[in-house]
């Protein structure tokens, strides 16, 4: 990204871009490592990008760190229950860190990362009309490492980035459903066949055959489904 753009039109073409990115990955996951990635492109002076999704009690869904000593510093975050990004994403605020080893608000965190290069922090929740989802964060190796201008270009990143995430895990809810339910009827309909077959073999009513059918699964120790489709393909009970 050219720094010497306006900041309404290097928004536009990091905006466009995001969008084309979140947009043609197939999963949250991919999704969530590509913002990651063009975030830590698009800030001056970042040394990487994180992106961390979470459900309503502040438990990571998906998250993605462009390098490991930003996967350490997220890490350490979620591993002592504090840190920039948790409180950014509880407080729906931007939360600036001007020097990990002056700033005292999570006093536990800031020991835990001293011998990371990590000094400054940018920390934007992801919020939807719904609430946060979670939070974008960027990190510089040195103290005051972003400017106003940094700022403020992620937190206008956050917001169309929120809400095409939140589209994304919805997509994905709804082909897991989707996968589920094929899933469900397939193996009720081969309950079903399996039962119809045993009647016809065993001269029972259908109350009779289902309980023969449960019977031998719990005998053989498989899946209700998985010897019905057995029995459909010619095995015995």
Same mark, same amino acid.
Request: proline fraction near 5%; include cysteine.
């Given at each position: 990204?050219?720094?010497?753009?306006?900041?309404?039109?290097?928004?536009?073409?990091?905006?466009?871009?995001?969008?084309?990115?979140?947009?043609?990955?197939?999963?949250?996951?991919?999704?969530?490592?590509?913002?990651?990635?063009?975030?830590?492109?698009?800030?001056?002076?970042?040394?990487?990008?994180?992106?961390?999704?979470?459900?309503?009690?502040?438990?990571?869904?998906?998250?993605?760190?462009?390098?490991?000593?930003?996967?350490?510093?997220?890490?350490?975050?979620? /591993?002592?229950?504090?840190?920039?990004?948790?409180?950014? @994403?509880?407080?729906?605020?931007?939360?600036?860190?001007?020097?990990?080893?002056? /700033?005292?608000? @999570?006093?536990? @965190?800031?020991?835990?990362?001293?011998?990371?290069?990590?000094? !400054?922090?940018? !920390?934007?929740?992801?919020?939807?009309?719904?609430?946060?989802?979670?939070?974008?964060?960027?990190?510089?190796?040195?103290?005051?490492?972003?400017? !106003?201008?940094?700022?403020?270009?992620?937190?206008?990143?956050?917001?169309?980035? $929120?809400?095409?995430?939140?589209?994304?895990?919805?997509?994905?809810?709804?082909?897991?459903?989707?996968?589920?339910?094929?899933?469900?009827?397939?193996?009720?309909?081969?309950?079903?066949?399996?039962?119809?077959?045993?009647?016809?073999?065993?001269?029972?009513?259908?109350?009779?055959?289902? !309980?023969?059918?449960?019977?031998? $699964?719990?005998?053989?120790?498989?899946?209700?489904?998985?010897?019905?489709?057995?029995?459909?393909?010619?095995? /015995?009970?």
């Amino acid at each position: 990204m050219q720094a010497n753009l306006p900041l309404a039109d290097e928004l536009a073409a990091l905006t466009a871009r995001i969008a084309d990115l979140l947009l043609t990955h197939e999963t949250v996951d991919e999704a969530v490592s590509a913002l990651a990635q063009a975030l830590k492109e698009a800030v001056p002076g970042a040394l990487g990008a994180g992106v961390s999704l979470m459900d309503t009690r502040g438990r990571r869904t998906s998250t993605a760190s462009t390098d490991p000593d930003i996967l350490q510093a997220d890490q350490l975050q979620y /591993d002592l229950r504090q840190g920039p990004c948790l409180t950014a @994403w509880a407080q729906q605020a931007t939360i600036i860190v001007a020097d990990s080893r002056t /700033d005292h608000r @999570w006093p536990a @965190w800031s020991r835990a990362i001293a011998d990371l290069p990590v000094r !400054s922090v940018i !920390s934007t929740p992801l919020s939807t009309p719904d609430g946060a989802i979670g939070a974008l964060k960027v990190y510089s190796p040195v103290p005051g490492g972003f400017d !106003s201008r940094a700022v403020h270009l992620v937190e206008l990143l956050a917001r169309p980035a $929120a809400l095409m995430l939140a589209n994304a895990q919805a997509r994905d809810t709804a082909q897991r459903l989707s996968d589920g339910l094929i899933g469900a009827l397939g193996a009720r309909d081969a309950i079903g066949t399996a039962t119809g077959m045993i009647m016809e073999r065993l001269h029972v009513n259908r109350g009779q055959a289902l !309980s023969t059918l449960i019977s031998a $699964a719990r005998r053989r120790e498989v899946p209700l489904h998985q010897l019905s489709q057995a029995i459909i393909g010619g095995g /015995d009970l």
